[in-house]
């Protein structure tokens, strides 16, 4: 079993940043968290969850929705068992629970079903 712990959600300003941190532990199948394909997903208050981000287990290779492309960024560091959606330039419509997501079977997608543990979500507030 994967367990993913979220943090570092808060209120923020318009035009601030904040920095999310999601920790993974355990393992499935033999497979570690350095194998993963990691995301960030969110959800709005009476909205769908919606992608954010995702990167793949080297990090080379990242993606990210429209809404967000240009002011989030997504990283990870292996050795810490760890990834990280920076957000700068907020905007009140980033406001949302978000969610880190692992993807231990390599599918590569922006689609939730894709992914096979959740964290339990950590609350973004940005204000006017």
């Known amino acids: 079993q994967v367990q993913l712990v979220e943090s570092g959600g808060g209120l923020v300003q318009a035009g601030g940043s904040l920095r999310l941190s999601c920790t993974a532990s355990?393992?499935?199948?033999?497979?570690?968290?350095?194998?993963?394909?990691m995301g960030w997903f969110r959800r709005a208050p009476g909205k769908e969850r919606e992608f954010v981000a995702r990167?793949?287990?080297?990090?080379?290779?990242?993606y990210y929705a429209d809404s967000v492309k240009g002011r989030f960024t997504i990283s990870r560091d292996n050795a810490k068992n760890t990834v990280y959606l920076r957000m700068n330039s907020l905007k009140p419509e980033d406001t949302a629970v978000y969610y880190c997501?692992?993807?231990?079977?390599?599918?590569?997608?922006?689609?939730?079903?894709?992914?096979?543990?959740w964290g339990q979500g950590t609350q973004v507030t940005v204000s006017s």
């Open positions: 997501a692992a993807d231990t079977d390599h599918r590569g997608s922006d689609y939730a079903p894709a992914y096979d543990y």
């Open positions: 990167i793949t287990w080297s990090g080379s290779s990242t």
């Open positions: 355990g393992r499935t199948f033999g497979r570690t968290f350095s194998s993963y394909i």
